[in-house]
């Protein structure tokens, strides 16, 4: 079958950002901000976005460009002869499916709440019942699985159209519709009584607050944020790269992605820290912050059922973004190695993730009983620890080795990819960086995140799964250099 194309510059750019641009962006930037100290800790988040996510960025949309593929088969067509890299598809495979297993629920969360909002559901209403409306949602699988099926249709309807015709169209009027609503939710923020305190503390510096919460846990919460916000290492980003004519060098492209994605969770901040000081709330709350502390300050606020309903359809639209991203990707996965239609590959994985996501949704209430990382937590946690700590960094890694190693698809031929067309360059000085120090940057992470994970748990446990991190690297990175007999 003949490669799809995208049928605008603006599409590509507009559906690789959405694909990027998720709830980590509008739900977990702004209270990491109030957490580590607004302003001090966005200047940090800026500088590791640029030198840890944008290249690594570069790199999968070159693969996808280059092979005009999705990861199921991109290493197949790119790597050397009897070499081993297209083992690695199988990592990135699983983890699209394990992403929308949990993340298509969240969807749901969102746009039920902007439902509940819209109805008036919220008005007159103390913090603690809408702690006890969130904690009823959550213990009714019915209505769980009600919502998170519908995003499913919603999401899997648009990719069944087509790229241009569906995933390109409509997700050009979705992420303009964010933008737009971001816009007016952040200008009401800023103009709240009160909120000018909020505006200091998250655009103006301040190295004290910096100091008070330490410095490593300030600029690894920052390098975590920076590379997790682009949702790199999996293909997202490759399939829309295989989508992409020649005429538009990728890191001028990437640096536009990247951009956006900033905007985003920089307006993200602006609506929710604000609004936080305007009304005494901590904007350090953590992910409570949207389903408890918000919905609370949009009870108090004038018009609070309007812009209540407005803000979490905004959520909705970032979530919306990922979702119809990832599933195109997966959609590519049947066509790419079985050579389905776009409709049957669509069918098969409706009936596939429907089905796939209701351990999720049962692990709130019918299976709250299985806490697969120990005591408090849930089948939702175990999901979002395998690709957020696992799949994403090990992925990257991957990427990394194979555009910059001999033996894999090697320097050559990334930098001549990644620079065909017009538009700024990739700096080829900074070959020693990408091949050497970066990847061990990814590794650190990687590895950072099993430490906060288990190093409460108990010398035996984190022991224990410390060692199963260290085998998973192991096992990839072998995989990577041990050729076939």
């Known amino acids: 079958m003949k490669r799809e194309k995208f049928g605008s510059r603006l599409g590509f750019i507009l559906v690789s950002a959405g694909c990027a641009i998720g709830l980590g962006n509008v ?15 966005i200047l940090v988040y800026l500088v590791f976005l640029a030198i840890l996510g944008l290249p690594i960025i570069v790199c999968e949309f070159s693969v996808g460009r280059a092979s005009q593929k999705s990861i199921a088969t991109s290493y197949n067509v790119l790597e050397p002869e009897n070499s081993r890299w297209h083992t690695i598809r199988w990592l990135g495979i699983f983890g ?41 949602m959550t ?16 999401a899997f309807g648009i990719c069944s159209i087509g790229l241009q015709n569906g995933v390109e169209k409509v997700m050009k009027v ?30 103006i510096p301040d190295f004290h607050r910096m100091l008070d919460n330490g410095i490593g846990n300030v600029v690894f919460g920052a390098m975590s944020q920076a590379f997790f916000t682009l949702s790199i290492g999996m293909g997202g980003m490759a399939i829309f790269g295989s989508y992409l004519n020649k005429s538009r060098s990728l ?11 900033t905007f985003v969770a920089m307006t993200a901040g602006l609506i929710v820290i604000p609004a936080c000081f305007a009304y005494g709330v901590e904007p350090a709350a953590g992910p409570g912050l949207v389903f408890i502390t918000l919905p609370n300050i949009f009870t108090q ?39 389905w239609s776009r409709r049957k590959a669509v069918g098969i994985n409706i009936v596939a993730i429907a089905l796939l996501s209701l351990p999720c949704i049962l692990g709130f209430n019918v299976l709250s009983g299985i806490q697969p990382l120990g005591a408090g937590t849930n089948i939702m946690d175990l999901e979002d620890f395998l690709v957020s700590n696992n799949i994403l960094p090990l992925g990257s890694v991957v990427y990394l080795m194979f555009c ?41 992470i990687y590895l950072k995140g099993y430490y906060d994970m288990f190093s409460q748990r108990g010398t035996v446990v984190f022991a224990t799964w410390m060692l199963i991190g260290l085998a998973f690297l192991g096992l990839i990175l072998n995989t990577t250099r041990i050729k076939k007999k």
């Not at 739900?27 to 800790?41: I, S, V």
């Not at 993340?103 to 209403?125: D, H, I, K, N, Q």
């Not at 195109?328 to 996965?333: M, P, Y």
């Not at 017009?422 to 650190?444: D, E, H, S």
């Open 301 to 339: 606020m004038a018009g609070g059922r309007f812009w209540g309903a407005l803000f979490f359809l905004f959520l909705f639209f970032a979530a919306l973004s990922t979702i119809v991203g990832v599933f195109e990707n997966i959609v590519s996965f049947g066509m790419d190695l079985f050579h």
């Open 27 to 41: 739900w977990k930037f702004p209270y990491m901000a109030g957490m580590y100290g607004g302003a001090a800790f």
């Open 139 to 154: 213990q009714n699988p019915g209505v769980l699985i009600f919502w998170t099926f519908l995003v499913i249709l919603i």
């Open 174 to 203: 979705v992420m303009l519709c964010l933008l737009g609503i971001m816009v007016v939710l952040a200008v009401r923020s800023v103009t709240l009584p009160g909120s000018a305190e909020g505006l200091r503390f998250y655009l």
């Open 404 to 444: 910059t190693h001999k033996n894999g698809w090697g320097w050559n031929n990334f930098i001549k990819e990644a620079n065909s067309g017009n538009g700024m360059k990739f700096p080829a000085k900074i070959r020693g960086y990408m091949t050497y120090i970066l990847p061990w940057i990814v590794v650190v």
């Open 251 to 261: 890191t001028g492209e990437s640096v536009s992605i990247v951009l956006l994605d």
């Open 96 to 136: 699209n499916y394990i992403l929308v297993m949990f993340y298509s629920m969240v969807g749901g969360w969102m746009l039920y709440y902007c439902y509940r909002m819209a109805s008036g559901e919220f008005v007159s209403t103390s913090t603690e019942q809408i702690a006890a409306k969130f904690d009823s």
